[in-house]
């Protein structure tokens, strides 16, 4: 199993890949890559802003950097991703796509002002055109990444905006230090210090006013990403236009933010306020309705789980709410340690991905490997059974504020939060079947009268 308790991510044949195919080669060319990236991009950063400018740089560059990975991280509690991924994401974002930015940005630059003989037109031009072109380019390819190589990691709109708006973290984060650092060398020069120095300006508007901004613009490319996770195989189409779409919306709203500085004086504060506050309050509802809304599939696709014996009758209830799942988890470490709450942490997120995979499989966008990940996942949870069915059977009696029945389609009433023996197995009427494929897929077996892929056989119960 690999080291973060994921379920395996392929068949065992895989282990026998060629030597440029195997994880451990990838990954270390991975981090070797992003090593010299960062190596080069702090040279760089520090050749313009001097050593004591650059840590001054960073020092106010760190500031924002923890609450904004915070809340990503938040929006993320449903369903959260490895941790790997947000490194990853940060350290790109950080190393390689700033890197990218600062030597393509000088060199069209330069390109420009040597061809029109005017240094101020083309700064106003990289500016506005060739930065977010390149920039959102070079933050949109570790999102690129994420959804080709860690595609189960991968599955909607709330992973795209996580994974977009921590890499945007971290190239802000190296853009700030550039910015800041020039600032205070500029006030060494001219000798201002306080509220009126340049420093206490810049920190203002990038610090104080826009951490969100980098984080705003490269969002749209991952919904973008998000929703063409939640397209069916065949929607090869849809997963292309539709990134490329958030990625043209992303750097538009970027060229719009750049150009902001010459509508005028108040050009500035007309752009933040007519665009970039709606933009983010918008985004902000958008993501959290998502989250909301998978809680609300979780309760919604858990209960046939329950009728197949592989989940207790508290469960889809305690699952369903973050204010249970919370509780669980407390429970868990108040009862049996720290190592218990990780194992009902674990527990919460497995069934998170069944819930949401199954509901993919019901509206016929699941993969070819749908029948594989759902055994996985069902097997990961039988596994951690012990220590996160008593948690959760806790959480849902302190939490659930009237009876609960179970939804009268799968044909039992047992209320969420009361006692029942863990061994109930509900079988289903045998006299139901009908000879239809479950899911679209032509050649599955006659589907039940509710969405279940199993009969109620549980094979690990002795």
């Not at 992303?250 to 752009?271: E, K, R, T």
């Not at 674990?346 to 490997?369: F, I, P, V």
């Given at each position: 199993m690999p080291p973060d308790g994921m379920p395996p991510e392929g068949p065992a044949g895989l282990r026998h890949a060629r030597w440029w195919q195997r994880r451990a080669i990838r990954a270390a060319a991975l981090v070797t890559l992003l090593a010299l990236s960062g190596l080069v991009i702090l040279a760089l950063v520090r050749e313009q802003t001097g050593t004591e400018g650059f840590l001054v740089g960073l020092g106010l560059a760190t500031l924002p950097v923890p609450l904004l990975v915070a809340a990503f991280r938040w929006l993320q509690r449903v369903q959260p991703?490895?941790?790997?991924?947000?490194?990853?994401?940060?350290?790109?974002?950080?190393?390689?796509?700033?890197?990218?930015?600062?030597?393509?940005?000088?060199f069209a630059t330069r390109w420009i002002a040597t061809a029109t003989a005017d240094p101020t037109s083309a700064d106003t031009l990289g500016a506005?055109?060739?930065?977010?072109?390149?920039?959102?380019?070079?933050?949109?390819?570790?999102?690129?990444?994420?959804?080709?190589?860690?595609?189960?990691?991968f599955t909607g709109i709330v992973d795209g905006v996580v994974i977009a708006g921590v890499t945007a973290t971290g190239f802000a984060f190296t853009e700030n230090i550039l910015y800041l650092g020039s600032a205070f060398g500029t006030d060494q020069l001219n000798g201002d210090t306080g509220l009126a120095s340049v420093t206490a300006a810049t920190f203002f508007v990038r610090v104080v006013m826009s951490p969100f901004a980098h984080p705003l613009f490269t969002v749209l490319t991952g919904i973008g990403f998000g929703i063409a996770a939640l397209s069916a195989d065949r929607q090869n189409w849809r997963r292309v236009l539709l990134p490329l779409g958030g990625l043209l919306l992303?750097?538009?709203?970027?060229?719009?933010?750049?150009?902001?500085?010459?509508?005028?004086?108040?050009?500035?504060?007309?752009?933040y306020a007519a665009?970039?506050?709606?933009?983010?309050?918008?985004?902000?509802?958008?993501?959290?309705?998502?989250?909301q809304r998978g809680l609300r599939i979780v309760r919604a696709e858990l209960p046939a789980y329950v009728l197949a014996g592989w989940l207790s009758a508290p469960e889809p209830y305690a699952l369903g709410t973050m204010r249970a799942r919370t509780l669980a988890r407390d429970y868990a470490?108040?009862?049996?340690?720290?190592?218990?709450?990780?194992?009902?942490?674990?527990?919460?997120?497995?069934?998170?991905?069944?819930?949401?995979?199954?509901?993919?499989?019901?509206?016929?966008?699941?993969?070819?490997?749908?029948?594989?990940?759902?055994?996985?996942?069902?097997?990961?949870?039988?596994e951690r059974r012990e220590a996160a069915r008593p948690a959760l059977a806790y959480a849902a009696r302190v939490t659930a504020p009237v009876l609960v029945p179970m939804p009268p389609q799968y044909g039992y009433q047992q209320p969420y939060g009361y006692p029942q023996p863990y061994g109930y197995q509900q079988p289903y009427p045998q006299h139901q079947h009908q000879h239809q494929p479950p899911y679209g897929y032509p050649h599955a077996q006659p589907a039940l009268p509710y969405p279940a892929p199993y009969p109620a056989y549980n094979p690990y119960r002795g």
């Open positions: 991703g490895p941790w790997r991924n947000l490194l990853f994401a940060f350290a790109w974002g950080a190393c390689a796509a700033a890197l990218i930015a600062i030597v393509a940005n000088s506005t055109v060739i930065a977010p072109i390149v920039e959102e380019s070079a933050k949109a390819a570790a999102v690129l990444l994420v959804f080709l190589f860690r595609r189960r990691e992303a750097m538009g709203l970027h060229a719009l933010w750049n150009g902001s500085a010459s509508f005028g004086d108040y050009g500035f504060f007309a752009v665009f970039m506050l709606p933009a983010f309050g918008l985004l902000t509802w958008l993501v959290i309705w998502i989250r470490s108040y009862a049996q340690g720290k190592a218990a709450a990780r194992t009902v942490a674990q527990y919460e997120t497995y069934a998170t991905s069944l819930a949401l995979l199954r509901h993919r499989g019901r509206k016929g966008r699941a993969g070819a490997d749908f029948v594989v990940r759902e055994r996985e996942l069902l097997n990961a949870l039988w």
